[in-house]
């Protein structure tokens, strides 16, 4: 018998060439799969824009709502009908455990049901909070009070913590989420604008400028009228059709794993830093949010109230003063992109973490006139609030899709050490001054600073971790 005769294909010395074609046979492969995928991408790019703007919409007007009925008007409220701020970290605390208490069932519906259909869910829940709340302001119910505060603030927690989830699974990892959750903070920040600008014009327009509570019941009560196109607004989102994100990871290991026959381990390299720095990193920033939740608990709430004491501030000009912090932090998270994409997201985190902390260092030890302490103020809440959503991409970046609910869930313990240090804010505040709670504030927030710091050296140990979390 003749010998037989290797088969010449296109491309190959001989025979033994067969790994080489299977390679690229699987390359071929892979890259229909792409070209369908991108296909896919720009069908439902439309559906996916509509998501993205209908949940900014949501956190805009959510925000305004939240505002209205339960912003600084209603921590001077509280104020007036029991006389001291310690009521007013009363209620806060209550409202941090009932977040506290949804945490981990609001997680866990989030990875295994529709973040959608949670959300709706969701909204019907705050529809029964806000008329609670409005009957219970309406006839100063004190128990009552409590009951629509705590499941209102079950809805708020609730909705900004799956509506980031959700616009992470939109979105691909890097600028373009940080860019998305950046306008999601300025909408969520508006929104918080707009909440006492309409109680300034109400004030305007009654002409009534008294701290009584008969005065601020119609005010307060505005808010639950936003609520309803919030609630059109949240049940016209539907689930998207362009791949998210953690569909197109898998689709690049497999084009990595197909080019990939040497046996050097490229497509090792190529799955990204291992998963163990990557939760590591994640428990960093976010241990380093708690930390300054804690702080900014002390604060927060009563900056309308510091007004009103220190300064004999009205209705109009605490509502003024809102107004103007709220804008403040909707122009710094617009900037804080672009400063991220500058500087590297880490850096640009830790820059305006410290310089926010030394701007409330000054403060708890200034006491100039409001002229003065104002525009220091404003500054401080704009620079120390802008990195939040930076932050929050990051996170989002290095926690796999299937766990990013249960993930925003345990970072409901933000809101409960809010809540919680709102209580100790309320004491010093009662038993020293305001600025004594401003003095305990900038501390936690040097401290929690450190966090951001080892983040920052964790990421400089592992260049894939670095590239990933926008390090370069």
């Known amino acids: 018998m003749a010998p037989a005769v290797p088969v010449q294909r296109e491309g190959f010395q001989d025979a033994s060439g067969f790994e080489i074609r299977h390679a690229e046979d699987s390359e071929t492969s892979v890259r229909r799969r792409w070209s369908a995928c991108c296909r896919h991408s720009r069908e439902g790019s439309g559906s996916v824009s509509e998501g993205i703007r209908l949940s900014q919409v949501g956190s805009f007007l959510c925000a305004t709502s939240m505002s209205l009925a339960s912003g600084a008007l209603f921590d001077a409220y509280l104020k007036v009908l029991e006389g001291t701020n310690l009521f007013v970290g009363d209620v806060e605390t209550a409202n941090g455990m009932a977040a506290l208490a949804t945490a981990l069932p609001v997680g866990w519906l989030a990875d295994r049901w529709s973040r959608i259909n949670v959300l709706r869910c969701n909204g019907l829940l705050g529809l029964l909070g806000a008329v609670a709340l409005g009957w219970a302001i309406l006839h100063d119910n004190i128990p009552m009070l409590f009951v629509g505060s705590t499941v209102m603030s079950m809805h708020n927690f609730t909705y900004f913590s799956i509506s980031s989830a959700l616009l992470a699974d939109m979105t691909n990892a890097g600028h373009e989420r940080t860019k998305v959750l950046g306008d999601n903070a300025t909408m969520s920040s508006l929104g918080r604008a707009s909440g006492p600008a309409l109680q300034l014009l109400a004030i305007l327009v009654s002409g009534r400028e008294d701290w009584t509570c008969e005065e601020l019941h119609p005010i307060l009560c505005l808010g639950f009228v936003i609520f309803v196109p919030y609630l059109v607004c949240v049940w016209r989102v539907q689930k998207p059709d362009a791949p998210s994100l953690a569909a197109r990871e898998p689709l690049a290991a497999s084009t990595a794993e197909a080019v990939d026959t040497s046996g050097c381990g490229s497509c090792e390299a190529s799955a990204g830093p291992p998963m163990w720095k990557k939760w590591l990193g994640a428990t960093l920033l976010e241990t380093g949010s708690l930390v300054t939740a804690v702080g900014s608990g002390m604060t927060f709430k009563f900056w309308p109230l510091f007004f009103k004491g220190d300064y004999g501030f009205s209705p109009a000009g605490v509502c003024a003063m809102q107004l103007a912090v709220w804008v403040s932090i909707a122009l710094a998270a617009q900037v804080s992109p672009k400063l991220a994409r500058y500087l ?90 305001y600025r004594y709670a401003f003095f305990f504030t900038a501390c936690f927030h040097s401290f929690s600073g450190i966090f951001l710091l080892l983040f920052s050296l964790l990421e400089r140990s592992d260049a894939q971790l670095y590239e990933l979390s926008g390090g370069c």
Do not use: E
């Open 344 to 433: 590297g997201r880490s850096r640009s985190v830790i820059l305006t973490h410290y310089a926010g902390c030394s701007l409330m260092f000054l403060i708890s030890f200034y006491k100039g006139p409001a002229i003065v302490v104002m525009p220091l103020i404003l500054l401080r809440n704009a620079v120390q609030n802008s990195n939040v959503p930076v932050v929050q991409s990051m996170i989002m970046d290095l926690v796999p899709s299937h766990h990013r609910g249960k993930w925003s869930g345990i970072a409901s313990l933000r809101r409960m050490t809010w809540s919680g240090s709102a209580f100790v804010g309320g004491y010093l505040s009662d038993s020293h001054d």
